[in-house]
C-alpha cells in the first residue's frame, strides 16, 4: 500500500475515530472504542503493520500520522471519559437518593406470651417474699408424681387426675406437686427453713374445651419451717390475692380434700369485679375459686425425711391458665395454645 494511502486511512481512522467518541453513551461503550481501534487486533494496529514494507523515507511519515492518530484519539477519549463518569456518578447518585423524611420502618417485635407474663408475675411476687423458683421433671416417676405425695397405688384419689402413663412407673407429672419431695429430699434445713415455688407444665388425659386442656401449667408452693400453721398459709395466699387482683380483695378458705395436706382447703378470693355483691363472674356467689393447698400432711413429710415432729408447712397449688383467664377476661383455655397472633398481641409488653 502506498503511503499516501496509508497517510489517508489513518487520518480518516482519527476522524471516525473521533465521532464514535463523541457519540459513545457509557465509559463501557467508550472501553469498547479502544479496543476497536487501538486494540491487538484493532484497525490502526493493522495500518502500523505496514511500516516494514514502506521505504526509509516514507517511514517517518506514517510515524507522524499514527502519533498524530493518538493525539487526536487520546485527547477526545480522556474529555469524553471525563464527561461521562462524572454523567454516571450523578445518575448513581441521584437513583440512591435517601428521603430523610420518609418514615421509618419498624420491624415488627414479638411479644412476650401471656402465660409467661403472668407466671413471672407470680413468681416476682414470691421472690420478693423470699421464696426461690425451682425446676422440676415433666416426664416424673409414680414414685414422685403419686407414692411420696400420698396417693399410694390403688388409692382412689388417683383418678381425680387422668394419666398419660409411659411406662408402669413413668408418667407425664399430672401437677408440680412431686416438686415438693424433690426439694424436700435435697434441702439442708440446718440452713434454714424451706420456701419455695415450682412452676411448670403439668399433662392429663382431660378432651379439650374451654376450660380443660390436656396440658396446662401450674405453680407450686411449699413452705416448711418449725411451727407453721394455716395462719401462715391464709396471710400468705391474702398477700398473693391481693397483688395480682387488687388491694381490696378478701380471701376465704373452704374445707376441702387433697391427700398431700391435712387439713386441705381450698382458697376464694373475694370478686374483683363485683367486689362480693354478686355477678356472672362470680356467678352470683361473690366469690371465686383460685387455689388448693393446706397444711402438708405428716406422712408426706416423712417420705421425704423430714421430720413432722420438728417440722410443719403449707403448700398450695394453683394453674396459671386460671388467674390469667380471670384477670384478662379470657373465655377459653385454648386461646393460650392456638398461637394466633390477633389473640397474643393484645398482651404486649407488660412484663419484661
Ligand atoms: N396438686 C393439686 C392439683 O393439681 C393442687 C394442689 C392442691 C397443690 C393442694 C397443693 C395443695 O400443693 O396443697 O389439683
Redesign the pocket.
Known amino acids: 500500500m502506498s503511503i499516501d494511502t496509508l497517510q489517508q486511512q489513518t487520518q480518516s481512522l482519527a476522524e471516525a475515530a473521533q465521532k464514535e467518541i463523541s457519540e459513545a453513551h457509557s465509559t463501557q461503550a467508550l472501553q469498547e472504542i479502544r479496543v476497536k481501534y487501538s486494540g491487538k487486533k484493532g484497525e490502526l494496529t493493522a495500518i502500523s503493520k505496514e511500516m516494514r514494507n514502506l521505504d526509509n523515507d516514507e517511514k517517518p511519515i506514517l510515524g507522524k500520522a499514527i502519533s498524530e492518530f493518538h493525539n487526536v484519539f487520546n485527547t477526545h477519549f480522556a474529555e469524553k471519559e471525563t464527561a461521562l463518569k462524572e454523567q454516571e456518578l450523578k445518575a448513581q447518585l441521584e437513583a440512591e437518593t435517601l428521603d430523610v423524611t420518609l418514615p421509618g420502618r419498624k420491624p415488627t417485635t414479638g411479644t412476650r406470651h401471656i402465660l409467661t407474663q403472668t407466671r413471672e408475675e407470680i413468681e416476682d411476687f414470691f421472690l420478693g417474699l423470699g421464696y426461690q423458683v425451682v425446676d422440676g421433671p415433666e416426664v416424673e416417676l409414680d414414685l414422685y408424681n403419686f407414692e411420696k405425695m400420698n396417693l399410694p397405688k390403688n388409692h382412689p384419689a388417683r383418678d381425680m ?1 387422668d394419666t398419660f402413663y409411659i411406662d408402669d412407673e413413668v408418667m407425664l407429672r ?2 408440680t ?1 412431686p416438686v ?1 419431695a424433690r426439694t424436700m429430699e435435697t434441702h439442708d434445713f440446718d440452713a434454714g427453713p424451706l420456701k419455695m415455688i415450682s412452676p411448670g407444665k ?1 399433662f392429663r388425659r382431660d378432651d379439650d374445651d374451654a376450660t380443660h386442656s390436656h396440658q396446662f401449667q ?1 405453680i ?3 413452705v416448711i419451717d418449725k411451727q407453721v400453721t394455716l395462719a401462715d398459709l391464709k396471710g400468705t395466699l391474702l398477700l398473693f390475692a391481693r397483688a395480682m387482683f387488687g388491694a381490696d380483695r378478701d380471701i376465704r378458705l373452704r374445707p376441702s380434700y ?1 391427700p ?2 391435712e387439713p ?1 382447703v381450698e382458697a376464694d378470693i373475694s370478686c374483683f369485679k363485683c367486689g362480693g355483691a354478686g355477678c356472672h363472674i362470680c356467678k352470683q356467689t361473690g366469690w371465686i375459686e383460685i387455689l ?3 397444711i402438708v400432711h405428716p406422712d408426706v413429710l416423712e417420705m421425704s425425711g423430714v421430720n413432722a415432729d420438728e417440722y410443719s408447712g403449707f ?3 394453683l394453674g396459671i391458665e386460671r388467674v390469667a383467664m380471670l384477670r384478662h377476661n379470657i373465655d377459653d383455655i385454648r386461646h393460650f395454645y392456638q398461637n394466633d397472633t390477633r389473640f397474643l398481641t393484645q398482651f404486649k409488653g407488660g412484663h419484661q
Open positions: 387426675q399430672t401437677h406437686s415438693q403439668v401450674q407450686e408452693g411449699l387433697f398431700f395436706t386441705s388448693g393447698s393446706g403448700a398450695f397449688g
